[in-house]
């Protein structure tokens, strides 16, 4: 099917969304239009259209729908992802730290460059490795790199392509017998991806003694690493995060010996309500004289008409056991 939709000057974007039904000044419509792109807009539009008799948007606005309103919405999201990675780097910087503490206590600095030391990467069978690699060969593509191979590569990339100090230094000091950098220099230029898989790759052994650091269970570490790390992606590419469902899901702590993140009502695990709930828990850990929930709380405060079931916090949630 061949996409028929035409660009639209900026002034046919505000014609447009006027006629729809949204009640707003064309001009402060259309300053508004040459900052934020159209498309990126009508995602904090959408929860204002109206519904036919199926219950399928249409593309007319719920009457009295105003540009102040959708506004609004905008700015909570673009402020809350401003406090939400304030928390991320501090938690982030952190899970770095631990893992590359123990990782390096059990294997040196550049332990890092044997592969029997990074076991989690994924090994294909003899066999399935063999057959691609004829495949690849018929095909002229070379030889196929293993997972952890490619991670390697990146790794490397990103050094080549640093312009630190301390890369530079290193580089003049020890680059005729490195050609890697050690642990704890070559994690300050890791990539979310790389960090990522970096923390899937290790042994359990190391896992556990950083879980241990925060009061985790090692399954619950790498879960609220994977999303803290996927929350920290939307967030830094500006992305729509308010009233998002995500993909990937933080697990949430066993009963038995943590009862409070089974009490209801609950919150919802595919919402930023849960992973705010993780940030703040986690924090806790890492920062414990922080003053992040206030500030998150003087938010909420500021922009009272937000619905918080699209959020997946319970009406209340900041009386919950796992905020008090």
């Not at 490195?178 to 890791?190: G, I, N, S, T």
Request: net charge positive; charged share 25%; aromatic share 12%.
């Amino acid at each position: 099917m061949i996409y028929p939709k035409n660009a639209l000057t900026v002034e046919q974007q505000a014609d447009q969304l006027i006629a729809r039904g949204l009640v707003a000044d064309r001009k402060e419509l259309m300053g508004r239009l040459t900052v934020v792109n159209y498309y990126r807009f009508s995602g904090y539009l959408y929860p204002f259209r109206l519904r036919d008799a199926d219950g399928k948007p249409t593309e007319a606005f719920v009457t009295g729908t105003t540009l102040e309103t959708v506004w609004r919405r905008y700015s909570f999201d673009r402020r809350l992802r401003i406090i939400l990675l304030d928390a991320i780097e501090r938690i982030e910087v952190a899970v770095r730290t631990r893992l590359v503490y123990h990782f390096v206590q059990a294997h040196g600095p550049f332990g890092y460059l044997e592969e029997r030391n990074l076991p989690g990467f994924k090994k294909r069978p003899l066999f399935t490795k063999c057959w691609r690699n004829l495949s690849a060969l018929v095909k002229l593509k070379g030889l196929e790199r293993s997972d952890y191979r490619i991670w390697l590569a990146k790794l490397q990339n990103e050094k080549n392509r640093a312009s630190d100090a301390f890369v530079k230094h290193f580089k003049a000091t020890y680059g005729d017998q490195h050609d890697y950098l050690p642990l704890w220099m070559a994690c300050e230029l890791m990539t979310c991806e790389t960090a990522l898989q970096f923390t899937y790759g290790m042994d359990r052994v190391v896992i556990k003694q950083v879980a241990a650091d925060f009061g985790f269970p090692d399954e619950q570490l790498l879960s609220w690493t994977k999303t803290i790390f996927t929350l920290r992606n939307s967030c830094a590419h500006h992305a729509r995060i308010w009233n998002r469902v995500f993909g990937v899901k933080p697990s949430v702590p066993g009963k038995n010996k943590n009862p409070k993140w089974h009490t209801t009502p609950r919150f919802a695990n595919d919402r930023v309500g849960l992973m705010l709930t993780v940030c703040h828990h986690w924090l806790g850990k890492v920062s414990p004289t922080t003053q992040w929930k206030a500030r998150l709380f003087a938010l909420f405060d500021e922009y009272p008409e937000i619905p918080l079931a699209e959020m997946g916090l319970p009406p209340n949630w900041r009386t919950h056991q796992l905020w008090l």
